[in-house]
């Protein structure tokens, strides 16, 4: 096995990890919000929640919902053997709704006036992937 001598290894969640089965969810049609309350760790369905919010105008409900995304990421992550740096690539599926909740927290906290809350969101989500910026 070749090691990356430039930074730590990739992290990838697991495939069975609850944004997978909140996808699922989604797709055969149950409503966000049973899905987040069905799927509370998936990362995914709270981004979504975030984003939804933000669309309405609703930045503190979207803070919040963000929030909880972005932590109940955090969480699998470190699981995952993530330690606070490193890249979590966007086009792996199961790492797409940490990223997702990171956006919308970035955007939510520059709403609410968290300035440094939201750069740092965006540093982080770039040194993750770049790529998370598109999702």
Same mark, same amino acid.
């Given at each position: ?6 930074? =730590? %290894? =990739?992290?990838?969640?697991p495939e069975d990890h =609850?944004?997978?089965?909140? $996808? ?6 149950a409503a966000l919000r049973?899905?987040?309350? &069905?799927? =509370?760790?998936?990362?995914?369905? #709270? ?9 309405a105008g609703d930045p ?17 992550? &470190?699981?995952?053997? #993530? &330690?606070?740096?490193? +890249?979590? +690539?966007?086009?792996?599926? +199961? ?21 440094? %809350?939201?750069? $740092?969101? $965006? ?6 992937? +770049?790529?998370? &910026?598109?999702?």
């Amino acid at each position: 096995m070749q090691h990356n001598l430039l930074g =730590p %290894e =990739p992290t990838y969640l697991p495939e069975d990890h =609850p944004d997978m089965a909140a $996808r699922a969810a989604l797709d055969e049609g149950a409503a966000l919000r049973e899905v987040a309350g &069905r799927y =509370p760790a998936a990362s995914y369905a #709270w981004g979504l929640l975030a984003r939804e919010s933000l669309a309405a105008g609703d930045p503190v409900a979207a803070y919040a919902f963000a929030r909880t995304g972005y932590h109940r990421g955090l969480d699998a992550l &470190r699981r995952a053997g #993530w &330690r606070g740096a490193g +890249p979590v +690539p966007a086009g792996h599926v +199961p790492n797409q709704g940490f990223l997702i909740a990171l956006m919308a927290l970035g955007d939510a906290a520059e709403a609410i006036g968290e300035v440094d %809350e939201a750069q $740092r969101c $965006r540093t982080l989500a770039d040194d993750s992937d +770049p790529a998370a &910026r598109s999702l």
